[in-house]
T-cell receptor
Framework: DAGITQSPRYKITETGRQVTLMCHQT?????MFWYRQDLGHGLRLIYY???????DKGEVPDGYVVSRSKTENFPLTLESATRSQTSVYFC??????????FGPGTRLTVL | AQKVTQAQTEISVVEKEDVTLDCVYE???????LFWYKQPPSGELVFLIR????DEQNEISGRYSWNFQKSTSSFNFTITASQVVDSAVYFC?????????????WGAGTKLIIKP
């Protein structure tokens, strides 16, 4: 039972490059979420999705793009990475009991 | 407006001491859910407990216990006989049942340090 996985776990990229972070869940949960976690800011919601092909902005969506063509996948793309997007990114999924289950996180460094 | 406050930024205790982490929330909804998550130094976020607003019974799970009091809008977490492995950042969170899109409102977290 894989649960929720994220790839890559670590990524170093350069300013201006496009980066895609992958998130895959095996539970068929309807809801999926992307957060970033920075020191001093806690967890901040970037985007969320209520179902395949339904996505919406969270608290800090600028510079990010998401898609959800299949229920189990929710990729997050940084179209043109900036240093301020250096962070740890967490993906989570949830079903009707409101509990969010998190992936292991991706540590992204933008040089 | 909904809000979760964890006033204790960092707590440090010696192993085997009891420790309580405070969580105060604000919501206008009558139906809502409260959560605690643990983030150990390894970085993953681990779900600990979920309570709904209609269930004020305290919960005990081993050395962990949770005290939910609607009258004071608090959902406090106590670790009895703390151990070094309890060292982590603990987050309290709130989800409202209406119009929340299942989003969680997060507290800032409390860093718990257990000294051997």
């Amino acid at each position: 039972d894989a649960g929720i996985t994220q790839s890559p776990r670590y990524k170093i990229t350069e300013t201006g490059r496009q980066v895609t972070l992958m998130c895959h869940q095996t539970w068929s949960h309807s809801y999926m979420f992307w957060y970033r976690q920075d020191l001093g800011h806690g967890l901040r919601l970037i985007y969320y999705s209520a179902a395949a092909d339904i996505t919406d902005k969270g608290e800090v969506p600028d510079g990010y793009v998401v898609s959800r063509s299949k229920t189990e996948n929710f990729p997050l793309t940084l179209e043109s990475a900036t240093r301020s997007q250096t962070s740890v990114y967490f993906c989570a999924s949830s079903e009707t009991d409101y509990t969010q289950y998190f992936g292991p996180g991706t540590r992204l460094t933008v040089l | 407006a909904q809000k979760v406050t964890q006033a204790q930024t960092e707590i440090s205790v010696v192993e085997k001491e009891d420790v309580t982490l405070d969580c105060v929330y604000e919501t206008r909804d009558t139906t809502y859910y409260l959560f605690w998550y643990k983030q150990p130094p390894s970085g993953e976020l681990v779900f600990l407990i979920r309570r709904n607003s209609f269930d004020e019974q305290n919960e005990i799970s081993g050395r962990y216990s949770w005290n939910f009091q609607k009258s004071t809008s608090s959902f406090n977490f106590t670790i009895t006989a703390s151990q070094v492995v309890d060292s982590a950042v603990y987050f309290c969170a709130l989800s409202e049942a209406v119009d929340s899109n299942y989003q969680l409102i997060w507290g800032a977290g409390t860093k718990l340090i257990i000294k051997p």
